[in-house]
Structure formats: C-alpha cells, structure tokens
C-alpha cells in the first residue's frame, strides 16, 4: 500500500491540510479544484497527472485548477491516446510546458485549422513538436496476455424517425 509509508500523504477529507513532513501528496482531481487557492502556493518539486485526460477540456475548472500549480517538472500519465482531439493534447501540453504550443488560438491558426482541413505539413510540425515529450507504449509491447482488438460490425436499417432522430443528434 503506497500510502502505508511515513512519506506519503493524503490530501482528503474535511479537515485537510497540507503536511511538510512528507515527500508525497496524494489527492483528487476534485479536491484539487476545491483548494487550488492553497495548493497554488505550494512549491511542488514535481506535479503528476494521472488520468490527465481529466483536464482536457482547457475551460473545464479542473483544468484551471491545474494550470496554476507552480512545479519545477510536471508529468502527465494517460491511457487515453491524445489523437482523440488536438484540444485535448492542447490543453495537456498548456500544462506541461505553458507556451510550447502557443496560447489556443495560435495553436488552433497553427495547426488544429490546418490539420482538420487535410494539411499533412502541420500535422507533420506538429508531431515533430510534440514527439520529444511523449512515451507511447503500444498493448502489444506491455500486455502481450491480451488477445488482438476485435471489430464486429452490424448494420440496421433505422425508421424513418429514427434516422431523423439520429441524424440531430450527428449534426450536433
């Protein structure tokens, strides 16, 4: 049990407060958001983000919340493959190296524009920025137990008013 040591801590529950006897702090996204007016003035030697595809709506409070702590290194730590949308890798990089990508509209000019139009140069700079940051592992490096992806594809004909239904809803 990680928290079993005299070095790591939790930051939780109703009477939380910051300890300095530890090397580690443990918390939530969700108290992180609550207390970021304390926690923005710690001197974090690093921040990690687990499942930091938490913060990848850029407007979302808890992505706020993680812009302003101060760290010296800064780590995201995902699952989730960040091609699901440039504003998600935007808004993950604004964390880990503010500037790097520019501010969101200068990223969206500079590459998301561009790339969703086809442009295979910015899709290129883009990668070639990004690449030195990001360790990709692939499931057939790390859990060679698991059986190849599986695609089942069914196709059914929908009723006129499901078709209208589901055409809103695509639209969307």
């Not at 030697?45 to 499942?51: A, F, G, H, I, T």
């Not at 979302?60 to 993680?66: F, K, L």
């Not at 000019?109 to 561009?114: C, D, L, N, Q, V």
């Amino acid at each position: 049990d990680v928290c079993s040591s005299d070095l790591v801590g939790m930051y939780h529950g109703l009477g939380r407060a910051m300890r300095e006897d530890i090397d580690v702090t443990l918390t939530s996204y969700a108290v992180m958001r609550l207390d970021i007016g304390v926690l923005q003035h710690t001197p974090w030697d690093v921040v990690v983000l687990d499942e930091s595809q938490t913060i990848r709506n850029p407007e979302s409070q808890v992505a706020q919340a993680a812009y302003r702590l101060k760290a010296n290194f800064r780590i995201c730590l995902s699952g989730t493959p960040v091609e699901n949308s440039l504003d998600d890798l935007w808004s993950q990089f604004h964390f880990l190296n503010p500037g790097l990508l520019g501010d969101r509209a200068e990223f969206a000019t500079r590459f998301a524009e561009p790339i969703a139009v086809g442009s295979d140069g910015s899709s290129e700079s883009l990668r070639r920025r990004t690449a030195p940051f990001i360790l990709r592992r692939l499931k057939r490096d790390v859990a060679v137990e698991l059986p190849p992806k599986t695609e089942l594809i069914l196709e059914c004909d929908l009723s006129e008013q499901e078709r209208t239904v589901y055409e809103a809803i695509a639209g969307s």
